[in-house]
């Protein structure tokens, strides 16, 4: 599965940015979707997760700030990022898991300004 991620970009503190993922293929065939983030210099992090059955996780620090949701028919998930901070600054990666193996996107870009 391809996965295509865009909506990254400029915003200051206190602002929304909206992230997409679009796969190539129906995510209702996907066990889950999920997004990642990662800073310079910092290891790749778990954001959001969203599975087959809908059910959603979030990491601590994205709980009450971040929603992710997904659209089957258009074979897109989003994340909606509100109350930016600029420790958000990072490339957000999207991320499937399908019969036992990950596949990645090529990741956006989300800086968040002071």
């Known amino acids: 599965v391809q996965l295509q991620a865009s909506g990254g970009g400029l915003v200051q503190a206190g602002g929304s940015l909206r992230l997409s993922c679009a796969a190539s293929?129906?995510?209702?065939?996907?066990?889950?979707m999920n997004w990642y983030r990662q800073a310079p210099g910092k290891t790749r992090e778990f954001v959001a997760g969203i599975a087959r059955d809908a059910s959603t996780a979030y990491a601590d620090s994205m709980k009450g700030r971040f929603t992710i949701t997904s659209d089957n028919a258009k074979n897109t998930v989003y994340l909606q990022m509100n109350s930016l901070k600029p420790e958000d600054t990072a490339r957000y990666y999207c991320n499937a898991g399908m019969n036992g193996a990950d596949y990645w996107g090529q990741g956006t870009q989300v800086t968040v300004s002071s």
């Open positions: 293929r129906s995510i209702f065939s996907i066990r889950s």
